[in-house]
Structure formats: structure tokens, C-alpha cells
């Protein structure tokens, strides 16, 4: 089975390389021949034709052109990031841990956990301030 494999490697090979050989052939023809060689003279330019003058456009048109422009690819960014954000947040939501989904769903409030006193707490620091604050003015 390996001499057939080998065998049938070499045809391929040799089929590659003879379908390889006449476009080889045909890049180096004979400068003589009418053919561009490495080292033969470069061909003349055509020679080029006067440019017809065109009119220019007023100010008001290009201001007019470039304001609409403006305004289109302001809106087609404005388009483009809102699909960029809606993708991200859709795949971010399809992402998500069954458990983190669980606990984003049923997500507590300050109140209701273990800081229950944060609230009263923080009511009574802003009393004391006021009252520092209405001692000092008192006190000038």
C-alpha cells in the first residue's frame, strides 16, 4: 500500500510540475520577440491627453453636500452603537450563570440584609452635622 501512495505522490508531483513549466516559459521570453525582458529598454509612456477644466462647485453646494453628510454618518454611528450595545447586553444576559440570575432576580435591598441600621445610622451622623454646623454659624 506505501509504494502505491509513493508512486501515486511522485505522478502528482510531476503533473505539478510540467503544468508549472510553460508559464515559467512564457514570463522569460526573448526581448527580441517583442517581449519584456529584466534588462531591455523601458516602453515608451503613452502620451497623455490635457485634462478638460470642470467648473467648480459654489461654497453653498459644498457646505449644503457636506452638511447633509455630516448629519447621515452622525446618524449611522448613532445606529451603530446602539446595535453594538444592544448585542453586548443581550449576550452578556444569555451569559449569565443560573446562579448569578437567581441572585440578580431576587436581589435584596440595603434594608432588608445585614446592614438593616445603615439607614438610621447614617440619619443620625447628618443630625449631628447639622447641628455642628448651625452651632458654628451660632457661634460667630
Known amino acids: 500500500m506505501i509504494p502505491l501512495m509513493r ?32 534588462f531591455s529598454p523601458l516602453p515608451q509612456p503613452a ?5 478638460v477644466p470642470t467648473a ?3 461654497v453653498e453646494e459644498q ?3 457636506d452638511r447633509t453628510l455630516l448629519f447621515a454618518i452622525g446618524v449611522g454611528l448613532l445606529a451603530l452603537f ?15 450563570p443560573e446562579a448569578e440570575r437567581r441572585a440578580a432576580a431576587g436581589a435584596q435591598l440595603r ?4 446592614h438593616r441600621h445603615g439607614k438610621q445610622s447614617k440619619a443620625k451622623a447628618r443630625a ?9 454659624r451660632h457661634n460667630r
Not at 128 to 136: L, S
Open 47 to 51: 502620451p497623455e491627453e490635457t485634462p
Open 111 to 114: 434594608e432588608q440584609g445585614p
Open 7 to 38: 508512486r501515486l505522490a511522485a505522478i502528482l508531483t510531476l503533473l505539478a510540475l510540467l503544468v508549472a513549466a510553460p508559464v515559467a516559459a512564457a514570463q522569460t521570453q526573448d526581448p527580441s520577440q517583442g517581449g519584456g525582458g529584466a
Open 63 to 65: 457646505s449644503n453636500t
Open 128 to 136: 449631628r452635622t447639622k447641628a455642628q454646623r448651625a452651632a458654628r
Open 56 to 58: 467648480t462647485p459654489t
Open 82 to 96: 446602539l446595535v453594538i450595545g444592544y448585542v453586548i447586553t443581550r449576550d452578556a444576559r444569555e451569559h449569565l
